[in-house]
């Protein structure tokens, strides 16, 4: 069955201490594996797509990286503003619909 | 700039009532899809649709139903609203299997 777990469900930081969100994934094949950011009360936001194994993409303090199993989104010196949910979302190579981890709720403390 | 908009952020509702969440797009996107979003789950799947009055069944379309009369508009509709329908309601858009853009999304409140 294909899944997507996200890790952990909530991270509380400072601001500076630089950590990792961590989306591991089972499915049979893979097209693409989505990050996206969500503000309470809003609709997600798209940051990045990885297709490939080794792949890695950056935006500002974000960095997505992605292996055979799971990917990792680097947030380094995160600020206040950096708050939010990230979730991740797989598309498995037997459909054209994504599949979703649960999220992971970061707060930043100032 | 791109725009996927909801036509409601806040709707409570009684257990009986039927419901429409409305959602358009201007971007001119074939892909348009409505999601669920409950606290500790993922986003899951309600409908989607590929092109005008054409529709298929996501993973949980029980009580629900969708109509596409235009390219730009994809409207949900709950037949008849029960308490556990409460939830926050996504539509986003795309173009072929790229990313998705999602409305502001709608929390429905069934009492």
Avoid at chain 1, 78 to 87: Q, V
Avoid at chain 2, 56 to 85: C, H, M, W
Wanted: net charge neutral; hydrophobic share 30%.
């Amino acid at each position: 069955e294909d899944q997507v777990t996200q890790s952990p469900e909530a991270l509380r930081l400072q601001e500076g201490e630089s950590s990792s969100l961590n989306c591991s994934y089972t499915v049979s094949g893979l097209r693409g594996l989505f990050w996206y950011r969500q503000d309470p009360g809003k609709g997600p936001e798209f940051l990045f797509t990885l297709y490939s194994a080794g792949e890695e993409k950056e935006k500002e303090r974000l960095k997505a990286t992605l292996t055979k199993k799971e990917s990792f989104l680097h947030i380094t010196a995160p600020k206040p503003e950096d708050s939010a949910t990230y979730l991740c979302a797989v598309l498995p190579g037997s459909n054209y619909q994504l599949i979703w981890g649960a999220g992971t709720k970061l707060i930043i403390k100032p | 700039d791109v725009k996927v908009t909801q036509s409601s952020r806040y709707l409570v509702k009684r257990t009986g009532e039927k419901v429409f969440l409305e959602c358009v797009q201007d971007m001119d996107h074939e892909n348009m899809f409505w999601y669920r979003q409950d606290p500790g789950l993922g986003l899951r799947l309600i409908y989607f649709s590929y092109d005008v009055k054409m529709k298929e069944k996501g993973d949980i379309p029980e009580g629900y139903s969708v109509s596409r009369e235009k390219k730009e508009r994809f409207s949900l509709i709950l037949e008849s609203a029960s308490t556990n329908q409460t939830s926050m309601y996504l539509c986003a858009s795309r173009t072929g299997r790229e990313k998705l853009f999602f409305g502001s999304g709608t929390q429905l409140s069934v009492l």
